[in-house]
């Protein structure tokens, strides 16, 4: 059996800290900003009538009509994303650790934002915002731009897998970067779809992802996991039910590519499923009911999806929803831990 043996120095434990109570005070300070503009601006969020593939969602708009006639504004990531990206930048600028998922941040945050501005002025009929195939190439090129750096600038040629360890696989690295970005950023931001929900199953998953670093003697990049926690927390004060503003594409794509992107640096791609088991729940419900559609000729296996919705749709509140999903990412936050340390140490 392996002992392991952690070190920190003191100084290093609390620059961490600090860089996360940093961006959680900055991101306090940015809130009532973004909040003047968006209320004065009418940045609200329009509901879509089409979901994707163009099927109507009938369960989804009579959840939700009530809700969205308290026009709430959307791009309330950009938040988070500012708050995050300013205090890397300015005390926390590492070329192997940080660049990649701050890069990846800001660029996927860019492409929802546009999402988010066609969505506020559209006039909320059929998908309200970025039609699906452009958001995807797009979102696709910042992911294999990403997948590229990888591979060319921190020589990246290999990835961990358990029982196999380094499996080798030279260029095709950037296209498996690629499909974990894009995939995670995807089930996050179908994640995003009740008050608070997204953003306490985010607090998890880049908390865990902390520890490994940290564990990984990655301090700059654990330091950069906790930044993006301290926003979070701030933005999720605001987020709770009744929401007082949504995160928008701007914020769930942003924060999906990064931690797709630090998944692929600890090289711990297995362990994110199990991390995120709750954005696979998510993810798993569209594809379900989408296959089931069409080969059962319009039938669906939940009455609404993601599957957040289905539970709605069966009586639970939203509240008891949001929070017994925050309990399943904390769960499986630990269970990814867990099954991290033992599957490197031992």
């Known amino acids: ?12 434990l609390a620059r961490i800290l600090w860089l996360g109570f940093a961006s959680f005070v900055l991101s306090m300070i940015v809130t009532p900003i973004y ?18 593939g163009g099927v109507a969602t009938p369960v989804y708009q009579k959840l939700h ?4 006639k308290r026009n709430i504004p959307t791009m ?34 860019t492409v929802g934002l546009i999402d988010d501005v066609m969505n506020i002025r559209s006039n909320g009929k059929g998908v309200a915002g970025m039609r699906a195939k452009p958001k995807l190439v797009l979102y696709s090129l910042v992911a294999l731009v990403g997948g590229w750096w990888f591979y060319s600038k921190l020589d990246v040629t290999s990835i961990y897998l358990p029982l196999i ?54 301090y700059d990049l654990a330091a ?9 927390l701030s933005y999720t004060w605001f987020n709770i039910n009744p929401a007082r503003f949504f995160m928008g594409d701007v914020g769930a794509f942003a924060l999906g590519t990064a931690l ?25 419900s569209v594809i379900i009911n989408r296959t089931s559609r069409k080969l059962r000729h319009g039938k669906k296996v939940f009455l609404s999806s993601p599957i957040h919705h289905h539970f709605e749709a069966i009586g639970w509140p939203e509240t008891k929803v949001t929070m017994r999903f925050w309990i399943l990412g904390q769960v499986a936050a630990i269970v990814g831990l867990g099954v991290f340390l033992i599957g490197r140490y031992t």
């Open 165 to 218: 360890h380094h499996w080798h696989v030279g260029l095709f690295i950037i296209p498996i970067f690629g499909f974990v970005v894009l995939a995670t950023a995807n089930a996050v931001n179908m994640s995003d779809g009740l008050d608070g929900l997204a953003g306490g199953l985010l607090v998890s998953s880049f908390t865990v992802y902390a520890l490994i670093a940290g564990v990984e003697g990655k």
């Open 35 to 52: 909040t003047h503009f968006a209320y004065k601006g009418e940045w609200w969020k329009k509901m879509r009538s089409e979901g994707m």
């Open 76 to 109: 309330a990531g950009l938040i988070f994303v500012i708050s995050a990206a300013l205090v890397t930048l300015v005390a926390n600028l590492s070329r192997g650790q940080t660049w990649l998922p701050l890069a990846g941040m800001i660029g996927a945050g």
């Open 224 to 232: 950069f996991c906790l930044t993006v926690v301290g926003a979070l």
């Open 260 to 284: 797709g992107v630090i998944a692929m640096q600890t090289d711990t791609v297995y362990v994110l499923p199990i991390v995120g088991i709750v954005y696979v729940m998510e993810a798993g």
């Open 65 to 68: 009509a009530a809700k969205l």
């Open 1 to 12: 059996m392996t002992t392991m043996h952690i070190a920190v120095q003191t100084t290093t």
